[in-house]
């Protein structure tokens, strides 16, 4: 099977021809970075962007284009987001677990894939532009250029020294180039930069791999097309969404051109792989032009709807609810014996390794941790989910905003028997997240039980299509249509539903496809990876008035959560979410809000815009219940 991601797919079929190369413009660039200080290392190292530490662990990069009413190639933002990236090599340099120096002699580097080393950059190479080689090759596969040139990246990355035993990787590819002329097809060369542990300096190779033709054509695309501020935006999205089980990224509250830190980027990405939280943000200067002028133009448009607002305070629901599920999923011997085998497996896994295959899907580590929990309201003041959501409808009921919770079951609770074989295909083994569900309603909270859904919907699977996606933390199709009926349904028996002004049948459906590397894979070691390719997905599409739905800030319901909200909404299909196939459903217009980074992070950005908190009826929190348990956000008080 082949690796490949396809999450800049969508974007990179809209580009148009527009820059190639920015060399030429580079030499009156002062660049600000430990690794680069002047003009001439810049012009040496042919980074094509610069960095500016605006604050503690903070940092702006700029992007460079021909002037100031020029737009950037995807290859410049992919380069400015993947080379050294401080999010990204967050604890890489220090010495891993098993692991020892290198020391190697020049003569003895194991690097088979390559036909020639060099300890100096070539000079043929120091005026050219490099690239990314991951965001890369993932669109080589998904124009049908194949996966091999990954491969041998992978394989050049996986090169472990002789010390097997060690899961980190010793060396990344900081660059790759493609030199040379069409009638010679070029040549691909890499700068590889060795951990600083291993004690092996830098060095360049030329792989022995040719380019093809199709690697050159998609390379000409990727380093020429032009990008606006609305695909760079579903761009640092997209990214942050894949980055997050790895990185723990997300998108920081931030609007484009607006000032953060005395700069004004496009897009703030933050991101804890350690524990502490590192800022990233990009910059290029047109977008600052653009989003100002949509800025404006926003503020004269918004409009606030005049409406009474009513709570429906009928409790009877809730209570039927409640009795549903007594004595549903208790803890029981067949449940301890599960959760054992689970910790070996658990506990079997390097202490870096957060994934793992088993029954041809990929597991979530922190996903399946969850299900260990005894009790999810045992833990400490900063991690307890119930007194943080009491809170929150507390402060929504003084707003008469009605507040509802659907807690998503993970992907190891409903396909436990596949995660570790020999469970029973009904054995319910989510004890403490069915327990939570009943303390918040117990306490006065609506929450949407959508388990049972997902269980009737996991029934039809068919072997190739199933509720969850194989390689994801997410759901597929069937099980999103299945949360999605049970959603609608109960928003529409909201006693103020009848006089909202609901429109169903205003919007259109349509289907498709799309192709979705998931998000598990890159948590693999880097030699398993390439055995699972990306899934072709069913996505039902929403439009209004033949445009891609998307909710406005005047909607009367906010949909608001982790990444749940997101899948198919804002990245991937694109308005074929849940926040689309609510509004499709209901008839009432939905503005969905997503936090990459963990639901907890969700509740400051609803609270931060109180402005569209005047026109919503209903708030709906959706979020995992993986973060209901050790996460590794904490719910801080509003």
Known sequence: MKNGAIFYFLTLAGLTSFWMGCASQSENVTVKHEAVQTKSEFVRMGIPFSIDSVAKNSEVRHVFVLDSNALPTLADLD????????????????????????????????????????????????MRN?????????????????????????????????????????????????????????????????????????????????????????????????LNLEMAMDWVKTLAAYWYPTFNTDMEVH?????????????????????????????????????????????????????????????AWRVQELEKLQGVCPETPETEAFKAKLSKVLDSLPAAQNAWSASGMLWFRRDANSLLAKDFTAQDSLHNPLPRLLELKAYLDSLGIQFLVVPMPTKEALYADKMVPGTADTLCVDVAGRDIIRKLLAAGVDVL????????????????????????THW?????????????????????????????????????????????????????????????????????????YVGGKDAPILLMGDS?????????????????????????????????????????????????LKTKRLVIYMMTLRDFWQSPLEWDVL
């Not at 953060?260 to 047109?286: C, E, H, L, Q």
């Open 255 to 315: 609007e484009a051109g607006k000032e953060w830190n005395g700069t004004k980027p496009f897009a703030v990405m933050r991101g804890n792989p350690m524990g502490t939280p590192i800022w990233v943000a990009f910059d290029v200067p047109y977008f600052y032009q653009v989003a100002l002028k949509a800025s404006l133009k926003a503020d004269s448009a918004m409009h606030e709807k005049e409406f009474t607002r009513v709570l429906d305070t009928n409790s």
């Open 476 to 548: 597929a199709l069937p099980g999103l249509l299945a949360a999605m009926e049970q959603l609608a349904m109960k928003v529409t028996t909201y006693a103020w539903y009848e006089n909202s002004g609901a429109q169903p049948g205003a919007l259109e459906m349509r289907d498709t496809t799309i192709l979705r590397e998931g998000d598990l894979i890159q948590q693999l070691p880097q030699t398993e990876q390439g055995n699972f390719a990306p899934e072709t997905l069913e996505v039902k599409k929403i439009y209004k008035d033949g445009k891609p």
């Open 130 to 226: 490099p690239i990314a080689w991951e965001p890369f090759t993932k669109i080589l596969y998904a124009k049908g250029a194949g996966d091999s040139l990954s491969q041998v990246f992978r394989d050049a990355e996986s090169v472990k020294w002789g010390q097997s035993n060690v899961f980190a990787d010793f060396q990344k590819i900081e660059k790759l180039y493609l030199f040379g002329d069409n009638t010679q097809r070029g040549r691909w060369w890499v700068e590889v930069v060795p951990r600083k542990w291993t004690g092996v300096p830098k060095f360049w190779a030329r792989l022995k791999q040719k380019p093809t033709q199709a690697e050159i054509d998609i390379f000409k695309s990727y380093t020429s097309g032009a």
């Open 564 to 612: 749940f909200t997101g899948v198919f909404e804002s990245v991937d299909g694109k308005s074929g979410g849940p926040g689309s196939l609510l509004a499709f459903a209901t008839g009432l217009d939905v503005q969905v809000v997503t936090s990459w980074g963990g639901g907890p992070l969700v509740r400051h950005r609803m609270v931060k815009d109180k402005k569209s």
């Open 79 to 126: 380069f400015a987001a993947y080379y050294q990236n401080p999010i990204r090599d967050a604890g890489k340099q220090e010495l891993p677990e098993n692991a020892k120096p290198v020391n190697a002699e020049w003569n003895a580097y194991p690097f088979p894939m390559f036909d020639s080393l060099v300890s100096t950059e070539p000079d043929f190479l120091q």
């Open 449 to 472: 039980d959508v388990f049972p859904a997902l269980q009737a919907a996991r029934a039809g699977d068919d072997g190739e299509h199933f509720s969850f996606q194989k390689f994801d």
